[in-house]
């Protein structure tokens, strides 16, 4: 596997379940990101970790919780959503630190939620 | 409240000729604007960045125009390819080297042959 993996690509979930969405990625970065893309919406971030500390959050709701056990993979565990959380959920990893601002893109997990 | 802002969702374009893209933003602190592409079923990939200290970036068949005054990049694709079809966003951030993009909702260009 090369770059930004994630899995499933897609997942439909009942509001009560739990399911958690998978990121891996292969080109030795230390940061790694969720992007949240809501139909006709800009991506919007939502969390960034590096080096498998998160730092940054950007005002998302706890019923997304994102995990980084190490700095190849990320998790975002999701319970209890809405209907409006239906989006395509994209992560990203780049260099930390002086990397510039290049992002590296995964293929996106498309949620939808009944 | 958007900060980028892509006001064309969609373009058509002739293959041969030139595509322009356009993005306008709101926050004068933002000094690095990168666009993206996305093809369907794929993630963004990077296609081409700008410094606030430049007006212009070449990189073969694409340039992108920053325009600091009017808060405006646009970004040059010439000739168009039937391959260039694809959503593309552009995205700001305050510093080189920062991690918070801000990105426009995107504009879908589509080159007919």
């Known amino acids: 596997e090369t770059g930004v993996t994630q899995t499933p690509r897609h997942l439909v979930m009942g509001m009560t379940n739990k399911k958690s969405l998978k990121c891996e990625q292969h080109?030795?970065?230390?940061?790694m990101y969720w992007y949240k893309q809501s139909a006709k919406k800009p991506l919007e971030l939502m969390f960034v970790?590096?080096?498998?500390?998160?730092?940054e959050n950007n005002s998302v709701p706890s019923r997304f919780s994102p995990e980084c056990p190490n700095s190849s993979h990320l998790f975002l565990h999701l319970h209890t959503l809405q209907p409006e959380d239906s989006a395509l959920y994209l992560c990203?990893?780049?260099?930390?630190?002086?990397?510039?601002?290049?992002?590296?893109f995964g293929p996106g997990t498309r949620l939808t939620v009944l | 409240d958007q900060q980028v802002k892509q006001n064309s969702p969609s373009l058509s374009v002739q293959e041969g000729r030139i595509s322009i893209l356009n993005c306008d933003y709101t926050?004068?602190?933002?000094?690095?604007f990168l666009w993206y592409k996305k093809y369907p079923a794929e993630g963004p990939t990077f296609l081409i960045s700008?410094?606030?200290?430049?007006d212009k970036n070449e990189d073969g068949r694409f340039t992108v125009f920053l325009n600091k005054s009017a808060k405006h990049l646009s970004l040059h694709i010439v000739p168009s390819q039937p391959g260039d079809s694809a959503v593309y966003f552009c995205?700001?951030?305050?510093?080189?080297?920062?991690?918070?993009?801000?990105f426009g909702q995107g504009t879908r260009l589509t080159i007919n042959p």
């Open positions: 990203a990893s780049s260099p930390s630190g002086s990397g510039g601002n290049e992002q590296f």
């Open positions: 080109l030795g970065h230390n940061a």
């Open positions: 970790y590096n080096f498998k500390e998160q730092t």
């Open positions: 926050n004068s602190m933002f000094d690095y």
């Open positions: 700008i410094s606030s200290i430049k």
């Open positions: 995205a700001a951030s305050e510093v080189w080297g920062a991690q918070k993009l801000v």
